[in-house]
């Protein structure tokens, strides 16, 4: 749905709820440089729209956006595991992170370590969907 009304350049974009008896999860990173900041957060709604589960957490050695949206996926994979959530749709919008996931030859690259946690903690999970959610 685009808003035409006032800015033709913006694009509404709303949370899509997951098929009966799955899980959503939606999954970021942000940086704040000037501080050296990072902050991950996770939050997790089932078919209704309602809240099951969420975290956030601040790290301070993460300084690349890539490193932190993959440490933002694995904390996501961490909380599905932990509260024993199986069919989850994970959605973020970090397209490179999620094709690197998904992609079955290793991760060389500087977050490479973070996706084989990630690709390793997926084999305990029944089932599971990567979304890739166009950006703001």
Known sequence: MRN?????????IFWRKPGES???VNFDATIDSKNQKVGVGVIIRDHNGEQMAACSEPNLLLSQPLIAEAAA??????LCTDM??????IEGDAKVILEAVVNPDTCWIAYGQI???????FKELNGWKISCKKKR
Not at 73 to 78: S, Y
Not at 115 to 121: G, L, R, T, Y
């Open 4 to 12: 035409t009304t006032r800015n033709p350049m913006l694009e509404m």
């Open 115 to 121: 996706i084989q946690d990630v690709k390793e903690s």
């Open 84 to 89: 024993g959530f199986n069919r989850v749709i």
């Open 22 to 24: 799955w899980l959503k």
């Open 73 to 78: 996926m694995r904390k996501t994979i961490e």
